[in-house]
């Protein structure tokens, strides 16, 4: 955020502790969740990443990837410094990933409509399996990178962080809201939103696990799932047109 009023730098500093705080709450619900082995190191991707793989002799490096200009730029800073250590961008974000939805001619959509069409037989897998099951992990003290400590600024927050929390708020939402969402997420007098933007900014939950066994026969799952496909086409403009940022 650049503010350029002094009345409202203030707000703006407010904005970034409570960003901060969640995302710090996140990473401290994750390293729980993964029985401490959470490393938190502090530094540039480009410098951190590579001497992290050096240390434990990784084969690979496997990221969510990143469609934003900033973020396409820091990932290929690391996949030049990591040499002969591949990058591998495994899943996104989104529903339907950018770059997968384009009209016969092969260019990108500018407008929702046709997008929505053709983003809805584009199909997604089902939520990938999550859990300390899933892979071999390694004890973080044995890996000898500076570690820091989570950031907990103090903020205020009345949103619960991590993904316990995310499941539970969305189970919450659709047992009871969703049913009415396509009338009331226009009605600024009913807390008739699902209030996840911060749990998919953050990715403590996908949006893949949020519509996994929908109804979408029923006309607040379709009027969901339609606000899902606006959050794709808008990552699709950006990852087309980057000037658009």
Same mark, same amino acid.
């Given at each position: 955020?650049?503010?350029?009023? &002094?009345? %409202?730098?203030? @707000? ?12 710090? *709450? ?6 729980? /969740? ?10 540039? #991707?480009?410098?951190? $990443? #590579? ?11 496997? $990221?969510?990837? *990143? +469609? ?11 996949? %030049? ?15 339907? &990933? #950018? ?26 897998? &089902?939520?990938?399996?999550? !859990? ?17 400590? $989570? @950031?907990?600024? !103090? ?19 659709? *047992? ?14 009913? /807390?008739?939103? &699902?209030?996840?933007? =911060?749990?998919?900014?953050?990715? %403590? $939950?996908?949006?893949? %696990?949020?519509?996994?066994?929908? /109804?979408?026969?029923?006309? !607040? ?8 496909? +606006?959050?794709? +086409?808008? =990552? ?10």
């Amino acid at each position: 955020m650049v503010s350029t009023a &002094s009345q %409202t730098r203030v @707000p703006a500093a407010k904005h970034r502790q409570r960003r901060l705080q969640y995302l710090g *709450d996140s990473l401290r619900q994750l390293r729980d /969740d993964l029985g401490g082995r959470l490393l938190v190191t502090r530094g540039r #991707p480009e410098e951190r $990443i #590579p001497l992290i793989a050096k240390q434990i002799g990784a084969s690979a490096v496997h $990221i969510s990837e *990143d +469609f934003a200009p900033f973020g396409r730029r820091r990932d290929e800073r690391v996949r %030049t410094a990591l040499g002969s250590v591949p990058l591998v961008a495994t899943g996104s974000p989104y529903l339907v &990933s #950018p770059g997968r939805v384009a009209k016969d001619d092969g260019t990108p959509y500018r407008v929702f409509t046709p997008f929505f069409r053709r983003w809805s037989e584009a199909g997604w897998p &089902s939520p990938a399996r999550t !859990g300390r099951d899933c892979a071999r992990w390694l004890d973080p003290a044995q890996v000898a990178v500076e570690h820091c400590e $989570i @950031p907990d600024p !103090g903020a205020p927050l009345d949103l619960a962080a991590g993904e316990a929390a995310a499941r539970r708020d969305w189970r919450a939402f659709v *047992d009871d809201g969703l049913e009415r969402y396509a009338q009331d997420r226009d009605r600024p007098d009913l /807390d008739g939103t &699902s209030r996840m933007s =911060a749990h998919l900014k953050f990715g %403590t $939950i996908h949006p893949r %696990t949020m519509v996994a066994g929908l /109804d979408f026969g029923a006309a !607040g799952a379709r009027s969901y799932l339609r606000e899902v496909a +606006f959050r794709d +086409f808008y =990552a699709a403009v950006l990852y087309d047109c980057p000037a658009s940022a």
